[in-house]
């Protein structure tokens, strides 16, 4: 009897050092899989980051030419005596100019956006107030420009981990883009609030509300992905601002996202780590 007992006790232990080598070896092949994704995942950033860099560099310098032919030969157009050959080659050097012109556009968004992605200082504890007031003090020739009013109503005392520059790039586009697409007479409203994350993680929303013409739930559906404009012809924009603050607000471990009721206006916002 006594030795049955011994062999059950024997066992008992051995099946309790083979459940901790289990869980032991199971700990081992998550940690594995998770330096993997990691590196994966900084692999994938360094891609991104080269790409922005190559196709920016490589199209800046060209554009760059065709720019400064476009208004050689729209000058030249100017001095020739008046003809309908000279007018048309004027029109023509125009309309050269604005297509690279914004085209251009388009690569110093990539080329912004790439610089960001590739710095790799470490996110600090940034003043929301302090970044708002810096934004909002850029914007004001455009927004006396549109007849818009922008209102600062970030509270004091609110903080964010975040890189400066990339926040300050985020709520660049969020701002821009309200003072554009708004209504002259219409405002953009500021405000932060801090709130807490599904894993009851302490965090800040920065909002960016306007009094424009709105978005439909299937503009908004689409409002962040590359090259999507719902704005006219008139209107400057690429379509990349969007989709590039989201990729800046991410890398930081943000969020952006966006409201909206047609007719009434947009909410557009960003949620970072508290700081």
């Known amino acids: ?25 199971a700990a081992q092949h998550s940690r594995t899989l998770l330096t993997d994704a990691l590196a994966v995942g900084d692999q994938a950033r ?13 199209l800046r310098t060209p554009l760059s030419t065709i720019i400064g032919y476009a208004e050689l030969l729209a000058d030249q157009a100017e001095r020739q005596p008046p003809g309908e050959f000279a007018a048309e080659v004027g029109r023509d050097a125009g309309h050269v100019l604005t297509a690279s012109e914004h085209l251009l556009d388009v690569v110093e968004d990539l080329l912004g956006t790439g610089r960001l992605l590739g710095a790799e200082d470490s996110r600090l504890s940034v003043d929301v107030a302090g970044a708002v007031a810096d934004v909002v003090h850029w914007h004001r020739v455009p927004a006396e420009k549109h007849g818009v009013t ?34 002259h007479g219409g405002t953009v409203e500021v405000g ?26 299937v503009q908004l559906r689409s409002a962040f992905e590359p ?27 943000g969020e952006l996202g966006a409201d909206s009721t047609p007719g009434e206006g947009s909410v557009f916002w ?3 780590p508290a700081g």
């Open 227 to 253: 090259f999507v404009r719902f704005a006219g012809p008139s209107v400057k924009g690429t379509g990349l601002g969007l989709p590039l603050a989201r990729t800046v607000a991410e890398r930081d471990g």
């Open 1 to 25: 009897m006594q030795h049955f007992a011994r062999d059950a006790g024997r066992v008992a232990r051995c099946r309790e050092l083979g459940g901790a080598l289990a869980a032991g070896l």
């Open 150 to 183: 922008v209102v600062n109503g970030v509270p004091a005392g609110l903080s964010v981990l975040a890189r400066p520059a990339g926040l300050r790039q985020v709520l660049t586009n969020l701002v821009g883009n309200a003072i554009v697409h708004n209504r």
């Open 270 to 272: 960003v949620d970072l």
């Open 46 to 58: 360094h891609v991104q980051q080269q790409f922005f860099a190559t196709v920016g560099h490589e």
């Open 192 to 217: 932060a609030q801090p709130l807490v994350g599904e894993g009851g993680q302490p965090r800040v929303r920065v909002t960016v509300r306007d009094t424009g013409r709105g978005l439909s739930a």
